[in-house]
Every structure is written in C-alpha cells, then in structure tokens.
C-alpha cells in the first residue's frame, strides 16, 4: 500500500538485474523454466541451449493446470 507504478518498477528491477530470481520445473520434469532479468528462459533436463520463452516483465512463474 502506498507504493507508486514507478516505485514497483524500480523494485521488480532491482530484483531481477541479478542471477535467477525463481525457477520451476515443468509438469513433465523435462524442462527448468527460469526468470533471470524479467524474462522466461528455458532449459532441457539434459542440458543444452537455453531458450528464450517471454521477454520482459516476468513475475510469478507457474503453469495453468493443463501444464502449458
């Protein structure tokens, strides 16, 4: 309460300018999902090359109950 749009902004960056700020397995197990600097990146369980799913503003990673 009482913190601006700017304000928010500032600490949702502040949070993410660093390493990974959190991280889920996929539903399967397969695949690391990750948000480091506001975007969602993923990772084969196997390793390999990371892939950029969304970009910018990513907060509260999670999966819908169909898994996607």
Known sequence: ????LAELSRAARARNA???AE???????????????GGVHAV???GGTVETVAEGG???LDFSPDGR
Do not use: N
Not at 23 to 37: A, I, K, T
């Open 1 to 4: 309460p009482g913190s601006t």
């Open 18 to 20: 660093g390493g990974i």
């Open 23 to 37: 991280f889920r397995w996929s539903p399967r197990g397969d695949r690391l999902y990750f948000v480091h600097r």
């Open 44 to 46: 084969a369980r196997t």
């Open 58 to 60: 990513a907060s509260q």
